[in-house]
């Protein structure tokens, strides 16, 4: 019996859609046990101030705290799994023609979920790269210096994910724009809608046709333009949804 009241229309919606796209945020790895970013109280910037953790200019003058605090968010990441949200967007892949997966996370549960070329926009904390020369970087030698020196040129090495200020690497956010312009359905699934150009890719769906459904608990600024918004955990509603649709 269903608990999420589904319309009709929305089901047809996307019992028969070609291309869907979908594009994630820390809400989906909430039920996982990861922190958010904006929650009050439990949010990660409630508690932390990014200036001094999230920018070039903090790494410049205190790279090892900023190493520091990534390596915590990598333990806190490595030690979690994927929770059902992520699982029905790997059935989802299965039955649309067409999938997209655009991510603002960088804990790499989507991939550990099972779902492949999932379009990173913020990197991964799993991968770490040169501060001076952006190589990405897979072994230095662990002289117990913090952060650790690249290997090749001997500046530091940093985490592979932008900060505040950086832009998104350019092939992930071209392929993240031409499947928001070419998508029938577009999701923004756990995502405040707040931090661009992320944000923008549910409206330029929308310009270009697409129907947007949110799922998110909360309502965002996205909340009230969307076709459909489905206020409840992604955990619990994906599933649904998978279910109602496809099986
Ligand atoms: P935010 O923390 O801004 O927003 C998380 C959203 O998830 C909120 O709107 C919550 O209501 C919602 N949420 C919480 N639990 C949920 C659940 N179980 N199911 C669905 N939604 C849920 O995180 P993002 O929007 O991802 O950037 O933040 C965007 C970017 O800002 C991040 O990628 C990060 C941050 O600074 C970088 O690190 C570059």
Redesign the pocket.
Known sequence: MSMINLPLDLITLLRTAKHVAVMT????S??SGIP????AQT?L?ARYD?QEL?TPQAFVKNPRLVWEWYAWRRELVSAAQPNA?HLALVEMAQYVPHFTLIT???DGLHQLAGSTDVIEL?GNLHRTKCFREETVIDEWVDTGEVPPRCPRCGDRLRPD????GEALPRAALQAASDAAMTCEVFFS???????EP?ASLARMAMHHGAKVIE????A?PLTSMATYALQA???RVLPELVRAVWL
């Open positions: 945020g820390a809400g989906i909430a039920e958010t970013f904006r929650e949010g910037w990014p999230a949200g603002q996370n960088v913020h994910v932008v900060w505040f699934i756990g995502t405040s809608a707040l931090v992320a799922i998110n608990p909360v965002t955990p992604a955990g």
